[in-house]
């Protein structure tokens, strides 16, 4: 079972739609958890980190579920500009330095 | 404003050929990573490196290597080039310490013929 997983999508939706993604993690020492948004031949940029209470941006909101093992993005009112893919990244330790993981994307396409 | 710089965007290499990816931060970062990123896969740890003159095996390391001779540049050498090794290769680095945000290079697209 993969570290990280995640629907690779692609969510087209239209503009001003409301749109989430999820995505579980296996390993529950996972201490951190982030989004990176990745343009088309791009590199990865951070978009948000996930609180455990929860955490908004503007139109983002992240959250974390501990029980269940999954974070979730939610982008409200989206934007032809959100259009990207949206990579889950967590992180724990191991071995005395800090792991990080990513999800292989989610692809989010917003029509106009 | 942090800067990541990778040697080159494309590259095109023969089988069997020494290659050497360059990625240089101006941040004063303490680590640097180096990945590869496939379709389906998304981004694989190669090496990384905490600091000068140190290195770490990442998920992948099987046919790289790497040099950190200088606290701003880390070296990725493929020492002999395969076409499974066509990928984009992206560098990275952070603060160190708690401070996790990755900042990501441009990516060179590696072209193995």
């Known amino acids: 079972r993969k570290e990280v997983e995640q629907d690779p999508g692609p969510f087209n939706v239209p503009e001003g739609a409301t749109v989430a993604f999820n995505c579980t993690y296996s390993?529950?020492?996972?201490?951190?958890f982030f989004w990176y948004r990745q343009d088309c031949r791009k590199e990865p940029k951070l978009l948000m980190s996930v609180y455990s209470s929860g955490n908004e941006d503007g139109r983002f909101t992240a959250q974390l579920n501990r029980a269940s093992q999954y974070i979730s993005l939610l982008i409200r009112d989206s934007k032809l500009s959100d259009s990207a893919t949206y990579l889950c990244?967590?992180?724990?330790?191991?071995?005395?330095?800090?792991?990080?993981?990513f999800g292989t994307g989610t692809k989010l396409q917003v029509i106009p | 404003d942090v800067k990541v710089t990778q040697s080159s965007r494309y590259l095109v290499k023969r089988t069997g050929e020494k290659v050497f990816l360059e990625c240089v931060q101006d941040m004063d970062h303490e680590n640097m990573f180096w990945y590869r990123q496939d379709p389906g896969l998304g981004l694989r740890l190669i090496y990384f490196?905490?600091?000068?003159?140190?290195?770490e095996k990442g998920d992948i390391p099987e046919g790289y290597s790497v040099s950190r001779e200088k606290k701003e540049r880390f070296s990725l050498i493929l020492e002999s080039a395969s076409t499974n090794q066509t990928s984009m290769y992206l560098c990275a680095s952070t603060i160190g310490g708690t401070q996790e945000t990755q900042y990501f290079g441009p990516g060179t697209r590696l072209l193995v013929l």
């Open positions: 390993n529950s020492a996972s201490q951190s």
């Open positions: 990244v967590v992180r724990r330790s191991s071995g005395g330095y800090q792991k990080v993981t």
């Open positions: 490196s905490y600091d000068v003159k140190m290195k």
